[in-house]
């Protein structure tokens, strides 16, 4: 059996979030439970599939890409019903009626038994795309959705995120500064992992180091530079003790005064950081100053509410930036936090499933996704088939298998991989996909069979 041997799931690694779910995947789980029960139903008789799959774009957005699969089958392995949870759910006055062997014999020898397929980590997708398949007992199915859904949609939203950000900078670093910002001590811990799928070179996130093996490093806050008497003082401090290492805050009190104080040090410090006013004419002062002064190696790095819009017009003025921390604008998504990822039932014991209430139509079916690519390498359109159906030509699939009955059947990447895959594989992605100002509208082929199911079944029950 493999297994996650460092799931790297942030501090939740020892936590048994089996509850971290929304209580009406419970009532489900159990009315399943007492049906089967009362209609003696085996639940290798009771088998559904699901799919994850994105509804529509954030704002300004032309593709996303798909983050926090391995948190996810890392709860799917290690969930477990302890004896503390069992009791709280029998104590509640909704599952009165249950049978009592659903709390002493089903959820104490609960285990998740689900096979799953996923696309790749770092690739990038569209809407209407499966991007996970689940399968298994129907109860199993419907327990896991909440957690796949709430880790997978805000992983995805930020490297989406990161990504646009690392198309404009390029070979700039970039480090994640967003974790006094993120809406949770966990969440700031996922969007570095997130940013740094995407491209990023390192983090502010000390528990993304030590858990996830992500560099963290830092400079100093203003705190610092006004603890002591002078500017100088502070500068002198921190050097003395960090050295070639030191990167020192110069925009406490006058930016370039700053910087002609730091002169001094000459090469022996690693960069200055600028975090407020007009970084474009601050940077072209620092540098001018840091060269005459004998400090060309001393670096300047950018930070303060950055994001895609603002790096990129930096750099169309030629400021001499070698690194941007971004924080609060990455690790909310600040211009659109949300994203529409659902997870919906396909098909139960073999027969497709289908939801069209008004324009949320779900296509039914086991489905694969196929992508084709021309003579370069370069992606041309997604194709989206029933699982029966011939791979086109010149195609890869993308959802590929990674657990059956619950057993891990492909070893996961660790992340520098997953961020050399997204690296190569955004290379694939054209141009017109990447532009921050226009919406390019991409539509998924649909294969002709999985078209007149679709239309089938919503004739049948419209």
């Known amino acids: 059996m493999i297994t996650v041997k460092n799931p790297k799931s942030g501090f939740i690694n020892d936590q048994n979030l089996i509850l971290s779910t929304d209580f009406y995947q419970l009532t489900m789980g159990a009315a399943y439970y007492q049906y089967n029960l009362d209609n003696d139903i085996k639940e290798k008789d009771d088998i559904a599939v699901f799919n994850y799959f994105i509804r529509k774009y954030p704002k300004n957005r032309n593709y996303l890409i798909f983050a926090g699969l391995e948190q996810v089958i890392y709860y799917l392995q290690n969930a477990r019903f302890s004896e503390k949870t069992i009791e709280f759910l029998r104590k509640k006055d909704v599952f009165k009626e249950i049978d009592s062997s659903f709390f002493d014999e089903y959820l104490p020898k609960f285990k998740f038994k689900l096979d799953v397929w996923a696309m790749k980590e770092g690739n990038f997708f569209f809407p209407n795309e499966p991007i996970m398949k689940i399968q298994g007992p129907m109860f199993h199915?419907?327990?896991?959705?909440?957690?796949?859904?709430?880790?997978?949609?805000?992983?995805?939203?930020?490297?989406?995120?990161?990504?646009?950000?690392?198309?404009?900078?390029?070979?700039?670093?970039?480090?994640?500064?967003?974790?006094?910002?993120?809406?949770?001590?966990?969440a700031g811990v996922y969007a570095a992992r997130a940013s740094y799928v995407a491209g990023f070179n390192g983090t502010s996130n000390v528990i993304a180091d030590i858990e996830l093996g992500i560099n963290s490093s830092g400079t100093m806050a203003h705190s610092f530079v006004q603890r002591f008497d002078n500017e100088m003082e502070s500068f002198d401090v921190y050097s003395n003790i960090y050295g070639e290492n030191s990167i020192l805050l110069i925009d406490t009190y006058n930016t370039e005064q700053a910087a002609k104080k730091i002169s001094k040090f000459k090469n022996s410090i690693k960069a200055v950081r600028i975090?407020?006013?007009?970084?474009?004419?601050?940077?072209?002062?620092?540098?001018?100053?840091?060269?005459?002064?004998?400090?060309?190696?001393?670096?300047?790095?950018?930070?303060?509410?950055?994001?895609?819009?603002?790096?990129?017009?930096?750099?169309?003025?030629?400021?001499?930036?070698?690194?941007?921390?971004?924080?609060?604008?990455?690790?909310?998504?600040?211009?659109?936090?949300?994203?529409?990822?659902?997870?919906?039932?396909?098909?139960?014991?073999?027969?497709?499933?289908?939801?069209i209430s008004e324009d949320k139509l779900t296509y039914p079916g086991k489905k694969q996704i196929y992508r084709i690519y021309n003579k370069q390498g370069q992606f041309i359109e997604d194709?989206?088939?029933?699982?029966?159906?011939?791979?086109?030509?010149?195609?890869?699939?993308?959802?590929?298998?990674?657990?059956?009955?619950?057993?891990?059947?492909t070893e996961l990447p660790n992340l520098n991989n997953i961020q050399q895959y997204y690296n190569e594989n955004i290379?694939?992605?054209p141009t017109k996909f990447k532009v921050l100002d226009e919406d390019y509208i991409f539509n998924v082929k649909i294969s002709k069979k999985l078209s007149e199911l679709t239309n089938s079944l919503t004739e049948k029950f419209t």
């Open 141 to 186: 199915c419907q327990l896991a959705e909440t957690y796949i859904l709430n880790v997978i949609n805000y992983q995805t939203i930020v490297a989406s995120k990161a990504s646009r950000i690392k198309n404009v900078a390029k070979q700039k670093t970039l480090l994640e500064f967003g974790t006094r910002r993120s809406h949770s001590p966990l």
């Open 275 to 355: 975090d407020s006013g007009d970084l474009v004419e601050h940077s072209k002062k620092v540098r001018k100053i840091l060269d005459e002064n004998g400090c060309e190696k001393v670096q300047i790095v950018a930070s303060s509410d950055l994001n895609e819009y603002k790096i990129k017009k930096i750099l169309e003025s030629n400021a001499p930036i070698d690194a941007f921390g971004v924080g609060t604008e990455l690790a909310t998504s600040c211009d659109d936090p949300t994203i529409a990822g659902v997870y919906k039932l396909i098909e139960y014991n073999n027969k497709p499933k289908i939801k």
């Open 383 to 409: 194709f989206l088939t029933l699982d029966s159906e011939p791979a086109p030509p010149n195609s890869e699939a993308l959802l590929i298998p990674v657990m059956k009955k619950g057993r891990l059947i």
């Open 427 to 429: 290379e694939k992605l």
